[in-house]
């Protein structure tokens, strides 16, 4: 990055390896330094929560209102009802008004966390909905006076879609629209409250620049687009996922000590970086740490648990998770806030397998993967070697709770209700 930025936020970006690519550096520069930026961000609600895949952009709009300028959360309700084809496969399951509306009173919570919007001051953050604009669209007047600015031509020259129509994949007219619907919104937001940056990965660049030039064209107004880079851990793995499944934000759907797990195991070579990127510590500290060999790089990942836990549950939980951690991993006890599956009598009857309980507990994602686990002498029953694929678990067994271990470091507990 050869640009010397001049405003706080571009400078943190840039420093800190937020930034993939910029629209016009410059431009978006002095537009910060002058005053307030209002700046979005789109989720989507294809969940009830989100995942560690969009915390990037999260922090993005934490340092953005950290800087002095305006976040706003964008709620995709109506754009979820088309679902974003961008570098997908195959067509998003569709979603009803009701699934929609209950995964966005999910996410909304965890952005409570990280952005303020209740400082009375000119930078508090908004919580907007799509939908309310893209809901009473009337099909006409919307191809008329918007559609006519959209060459298909470009659109099908995107990379997004290429790649789709390259495997020959089917693309379906209903996710064509989705990068219209998003242009439409950021000449909404410019239009409603003066929005002039929108944020996102690297996968959403077309989608922004369609934006900026549909603003320019029916508003002649100038509005910048930043991206994030589209972030693999250094083995090469989609950030977010984990062996067992999504790494949720959502409490209920990942327990604090799981999250706090997650970044305990990071890699060595991903440290420092990811100390950057989800943490508020200085970045001198952050390259100090992700520099330390041996054993020291692992005091350096409980720091990144600690204070990546501490910004979305609490600095209890932290606290918590990493007092449970030792307790396991050098007493090898149980731990006092290990996640937790409760059986009901029922569930059990004459006996359940423990493969199935792997699986149910979160230590695997599929009774596959969990006899794999088992074959390669990597699992544990009550921290003893786990050898046998077909073992029956009763309702005796459990008349204490049973620790269930995957490898040395992930655990969980069964109990009966």
């Known amino acids: 990055m050869t640009y010397h930025p001049k405003s706080d936020f571009m400078a943190t970006m840039i420093a800190r390896g937020f930034l993939a690519d910029c629209t016009d550096y410059q431009g978006l520069d002095e537009a910060l330094s002058k005053g307030v930026v209002p700046a979005y961000i789109g989720f989507d609600a294809t969940a009830k929560s989100l995942h560690v895949g969009s915390l990037i952009q999260i922090m993005m709009l934490r340092w953005l209102q950290k ?57 508090a953050a908004l919580m907007l909905n799509n939908a309310e604009w893209l809901d009473d669209l009337n099909y006409l007047d919307f191809l008329r006076d918007i559609g006519r600015h959209f060459s298909v031509n470009r659109m099908l020259s995107f990379e997004s879609v290429k790649s789709r129509l390259d495997r020959e994949q089917s693309l379906s007219f209903l996710e064509f629209n989705y990068m219209i619907l998003q242009a439409y919104d950021f000449l909404e937001l410019n239009r409603r409250y003066g929005c002039l940056l929108q944020m996102g990965g690297s996968d959403q660049w077309g989608n922004i620049v369609n934006g900026i030039d549909l603003t320019r064209r029916v508003l002649d107004h100038e509005i ?10 250094s083995d090469g793995k989609k950030m977010g996922k984990s062996a067992s499944g999504a790494v949720w934000l959502n409490s209920e759907m990942l327990s604090p000590y799981e999250f706090w797990q997650f970044w305990r195991n990071t890699t060595d070579a991903d440290t420092g970086r990811f100390l950057k990127l989800y943490t508020e510590l200085p970045v001198e500290e952050c390259d100090r740490l992700g520099a330390l060999g041996g054993s020291e790089i692992n005091e350096a990942k409980i720091i990144l648990a600690n204070e990546v836990t501490a910004l979305l549950h609490g600095a209890d939980a932290a606290k918590a998770a990493e007092a449970t951690a030792r307790e396991v991993f050098e007493k090898g006890g149980a731990g006092g806030d290990l996640p937790t599956l409760t059986l009901g009598a029922d569930e059990i009857g004459d006996g359940i397998s423990v493969v199935q309980l792997i699986v149910r507990s979160g230590l695997a994602a599929s009774g596959k993967e969990a006899k794999r686990l088992i074959a390669d002498n990597g699992a544990k029953l009550d921290d003893a070697p ?32």
Not at 227 to 232: D, F, G, K, Q, R
Not at 388 to 395: F, K, Q
Request: proline share 7%; aromatic share 6%; glycine share 12%.
């Open 224 to 233: 910048y687009g930043l991206t994030s880079p589209l972030l693999t851990t």
């Open 386 to 417: 786990l050898n046998d694929a077909g073992r029956m678990i009763t309702a005796a067994d459990l008349a204490r709770p049973i620790k269930l271990s995957a490898g040395k470091k992930r655990h969980a507990m069964v109990e009966l209700g």
């Open 67 to 123: 800087t002095g300028h305006q976040p706003i959360t964008l709620m995709g309700g109506g754009t979820t009802k088309v679902g974003d084809p961008s570098f997908r496969a195959d067509e998003r399951p569709l979603l009803t008004p009701a699934q929609i509306d209950d995964n966005i009173a999910g996410i909304k919570r965890v952005f409570a966390a990280y952005i303020d919007y209740d400082t009375g001051a000119p930078n």
